[in-house]
């Protein structure tokens, strides 16, 4: 293997031993792969941003101050999440010219082992605010830049996304990585405001408060620590592992709900004061009429239903085993997946999905396990390292496993067992790091035992089976619809409610969000008649009113609901859909799977059907 090239800097300047240390992680990093950042395409950005709306809520404050600052400075402010990956820019237009240029930019990911030393990636991997300035970056290309980032940090200690301030490298402003710093920390107490749980406000002495050190600590109903900021590890000395411990351990004296003094465990004085959590009425907050679409608002809460499944998953795959997710159509295997990757030691990493149902059979050799120049006719010029590449120290999903040709589970198999790729028209092989990650829809002992399944596959891929409960099965369904109307802004009665928990729901969470927003686009700022006798539209209802019943039903169920069976109702309802999705995609399945937003597999199933 090639030497890295040598960190060259301008004469009478120093590069800091963390910038060193990057350097000499990054000394093994496949050239191609770094050559080709590869952004996601739109819609899996836009599932990026979806999974991320409330970090995004959170830091749009501090992104439009920051992003102002830009625009005056010749710079671009991004907020990348827990991956690396870019999810928003704001900035000098100029510039933003000059960023996308390097790929700096919403669907590219900084992570270290995606662009070599950054500002973005260097502080994920560290867990501490960095500036990579001009040649201190390891891709050359990116020594136009002057970056300064630093991490967002959840109440517990985790790291949520990265905040960065980027410009042109001939104008570095020592300032920068303060203010950085100073608004990461802001966003993270916004998060901390929002905890229903109790909160200790204090700082070290007993003057006036001056607010320059606004140290909190979330206290749960044991006065034992949930949560804490930057300010308060400092001020009381000590790191993370104070999460979860007795606050009496580490200050001493009665907690009031106004400034009294205190001492911290070493004797030092201290004031602080107890808040209680203010109680916020839902309807306090303007919602829209219909509000944008949330692709995964209504998937299962890992905080609930899923919670043990996603507690057991983390476990499997940081100790090494492959990940296997079963569960029917629409219950959410993938974004199951993605918390998987957030809350793993993998986080740093990227997150490749792979849908092997989906991959042309012609091109899934070459788009899998990538390419040498010249590999075959109609190859790009200077070849692609391919999906399993993309792959390396982050997490590898296989969506669709049990879809895969028999003639490439061999193959897939060994790379799995020896975690090496051959690229086509290569004669070497490249090592891989990565957490494993499948899913299907189908049951793949089944498949085994019909031939149409590799046996030793099947159980190199489960070394923890997980299967996903469908939407029918929950035992709170009635209140989980009810909620997810209510987070599109809208009010079912208990009769519509009842109406919805009645189906059997083939297409589970992604069925029922496509009824619910169906429902809410329809009744944006009226309800329709309830049972009184009211023609449609004859009256303007108060907006509070719940929607009623046959509302519900006539959504679902569209014109033939009125007298029909339900589920009948429903079936008709899908298969009109259908129809005219293959017509307006002029018979092509894959197109129209894509127009309703169901998987190709899917879709046949139901044509057959």
């Given at each position: 293997?090639?030497?890295?090239?040598?960190?060259?800097?301008?004469?009478?300047?120093?590069?800091?031993p963390?910038?060193?240390?990057?350097?000499?992680?990054?000394?093994?990093?496949?050239?191609?792969?770094?050559?080709?950042?590869?952004?996601?395409?739109?819609?899996?950005?836009?599932?990026?941003?979806?999974?991320?709306?409330?970090?995004?809520q959170w830091?749009?404050?501090?992104?439009?101050?920051?992003?102002?600052?830009?625009?005056?400075?010749?710079?671009?402010?991004?907020?990348?999440?827990s991956?690396?990956?870019?999810?928003r820019?704001?900035?000098?237009?100029?510039?933003?010219?000059?960023?996308?240029r390097?790929?700096?930019?919403?669907?590219v990911?900084?992570?270290?082992?995606?662009?070599?030393?950054n500002?973005?990636?260097?502080a994920?991997?560290?867990?501490?605010a960095v500036?990579?300035?001009?040649?201190?970056?390891?891709?050359?290309?990116?020594?136009?830049?002057?970056?300064?980032?630093?991490?967002?940090?959840?109440?517990?200690?985790?790291?949520?996304?990265?905040?960065?301030?980027?410009?042109?490298?001939?104008?570095?402003?020592?300032?920068?990585?303060?203010l950085?710093?100073?608004?990461?920390?802001?966003?993270a107490?916004?998060?901390?405001?929002?905890?229903?749980?109790?909160?200790?406000?204090?700082?070290?002495g007993?003057?006036?408060?001056?607010?320059s050190?606004?140290?909190?600590?979330?206290?749960?109903?044991?006065?034992?620590?949930?949560?804490?900021?930057?300010?308060?590890?400092?001020?009381?000395d000590t790191?993370?592992?104070?999460?979860?411990?007795?606050?009496?351990?580490?200050?001493?004296?009665p907690?009031?709900?106004?400034?009294?003094?205190?001492?911290?465990?070493?004797?030092r004085?201290?004031?602080?004061?107890l808040?209680?959590?203010?109680?916020?009425?839902?309807?306090q907050?303007?919602?829209?009429?219909?509000?944008?679409?949330?692709?995964?608002?209504?998937?299962?809460?890992?905080?609930t239903?899923?919670?043990p499944?996603?507690?057991?998953?983390?476990?499997?795959?940081?100790?090494?085993?492959?990940?296997?997710?079963?569960?029917?159509?629409?219950?959410?295997?993938?974004?199951?997946?993605?918390?998987?990757?957030?809350?793993?030691?993998?986080?740093?990493?990227?997150?490749?999905?792979i849908?092997?149902?989906?991959?042309?059979?012609?091109?899934?050799?070459?788009?899998?396990?990538?390419?040498?120049?010249?590999?075959?006719?109609?190859?790009?010029?200077?070849?692609?390292?391919?999906?399993?590449?993309?792959?390396?120290?982050?997490?590898?999903?296989?969506?669709?496993?049990?879809?895969?040709p028999?003639?490439?589970?061999?193959?897939?198999?060994?790379?799995?067992?020896?975690?090496?790729?051959?690229?086509?028209?290569?004669?070497?092989?490249?090592?891989?790091?990565?957490?494993?990650?499948?899913?299907?829809?189908?049951?793949?002992?089944?498949?085994?035992?019909?031939?149409?399944?590799?046996?030793?596959?099947?159980?190199?891929?489960?070394?923890m089976?997980?299967?996903?409960p469908?939407?029918?099965?929950?035992?709170?369904?009635?209140?989980?619809?009810?909620?997810a109307?209510?987070?599109?802004?809208?009010?079912?009665?208990?009769?519509?409610?009842?109406?919805?928990?009645?189906?059997?729901?083939?297409?589970?969470?992604?069925?029922?969000?496509?009824?619910?927003?169906?429902?809410?686009?329809?009744?944006?700022?009226?309800?329709?008649?309830?049972?009184?006798?009211?023609?449609p539209?004859?009256?303007?209802?108060?907006?509070?009113?719940?929607?009623?019943?046959?509302?519900?039903?006539?959504?679902?169920?569209?014109?033939?609901?009125?007298?029909?069976?339900?589920?009948?109702?429903?079936?008709?309802?899908?298969?009109?859909?259908?129809?005219q999705?293959?017509?307006?995609?002029?018979?092509n399945?894959?197109?129209?799977?894509?127009?309703?937003?169901?998987?190709?597999?899917?879709?046949?199933?139901?044509?057959?059907?």
């Open positions: 293997m090639q030497n890295p090239p040598p960190l060259a800097l301008a004469p009478g300047t120093r590069a800091a963390r910038i060193h240390q990057s350097w000499a992680r990054c000394a093994s990093l496949d050239p191609v792969l770094l050559a080709d950042p590869n952004p996601l395409p739109r819609a899996d950005l836009n599932i990026r941003l979806e999974t991320h709306r409330i970090l995004l830091a749009e404050p501090s992104l439009c101050a920051l992003g102002a600052l830009a625009d005056s400075t010749r710079g671009v402010v991004v907020l990348a999440d991956s690396g990956l870019i999810l820019e704001y900035g000098n237009r100029s510039f933003l010219d000059k960023a996308h390097v790929a700096l930019q919403p669907g990911s900084w992570a270290e082992p995606q662009r070599g030393t500002a973005i990636g260097t994920l991997h560290d867990g501490r500036r990579v300035h001009g040649a201190e970056h390891f891709l050359a290309c990116n020594s136009i830049l002057s970056c300064h980032a630093a991490p967002i940090f959840s109440p517990t200690g985790e790291i949520l996304g990265i905040l960065d301030l980027s410009g042109p490298a001939d104008d570095m402003r020592g300032h920068s990585l303060t950085v710093q100073r608004m990461a920390r802001g966003i107490d916004r998060i901390l405001d929002e905890s229903p749980l109790r909160r200790l406000d204090f700082r070290l007993q003057g006036p408060d001056d607010d050190s606004h140290a909190i600590l979330l206290l749960d109903d044991d006065a034992r620590i949930a949560g804490a900021n930057d300010a308060a590890l400092q001020a009381l790191d993370w592992r104070l999460i979860g411990t007795p606050c009496a351990q580490w200050i001493d004296g907690l009031h709900t106004r400034d009294a003094p205190l001492r911290r465990h070493d004797g004085p201290m004031t602080g004061r808040a209680h959590p203010p109680r916020v009425s839902p309807r907050a303007p919602v829209p009429a219909v509000p944008p679409p949330a692709a995964l608002r209504v998937l299962p809460d890992p905080d239903v899923s919670i499944l996603l507690d057991q998953a983390i476990r499997a795959l940081d100790a090494g085993l492959a990940v296997l997710l079963q569960g029917e159509t629409g219950t959410g295997k993938e974004v199951l997946a993605h918390h998987i990757h957030a809350g793993g030691a993998w986080r740093a990493g990227p997150f490749v999905a849908n092997c149902a989906a991959l042309p059979e012609h091109l899934i050799e070459s788009e899998l396990f990538g390419y040498e120049p010249g590999a075959f006719t109609g190859a790009r010029r200077e070849g692609a390292r391919g999906l399993l590449r993309q792959a390396h120290r982050g997490v590898l999903f296989l969506d669709e496993i049990g879809d895969m028999l003639t490439l589970q061999t193959r897939l198999l060994r790379v799995l067992q020896e975690r090496e790729v051959q690229p086509l028209g290569s004669d070497k092989r490249i090592p891989l790091e990565f957490g494993l990650i499948s899913a299907s829809h189908q049951n793949l002992e089944s498949l085994v035992a019909q031939g149409r399944f590799r046996a030793d596959l099947y159980y190199r891929l489960q070394d089976p997980l299967a996903l469908p939407l029918r099965n929950r035992p709170d369904l009635a209140t989980f619809i009810r909620d109307y209510r987070e599109l802004g809208g009010c079912l009665s208990a009769d519509a409610i009842a109406t919805l928990a009645g189906y059997t729901w083939p297409g589970n969470y992604r069925e029922l969000l496509s009824v619910l927003r169906r429902l809410r686009c329809q009744h944006p700022d009226r309800e329709p008649v309830a049972a009184d006798g009211l023609l539209g004859t009256a303007r209802a108060d907006p509070a009113v719940p929607v009623p019943a046959q509302a519900g039903l006539d959504i679902v169920a569209a014109p033939a609901a009125a007298a029909g069976d339900r589920a009948a109702s429903l079936r008709t309802l899908e298969r009109q859909a259908i129809e999705a293959l017509l307006a995609c002029q018979g399945v894959s197109r129209a799977a894509r127009r309703l937003g169901i998987h190709r597999s899917t879709l046949h199933r139901k044509l057959n059907g």
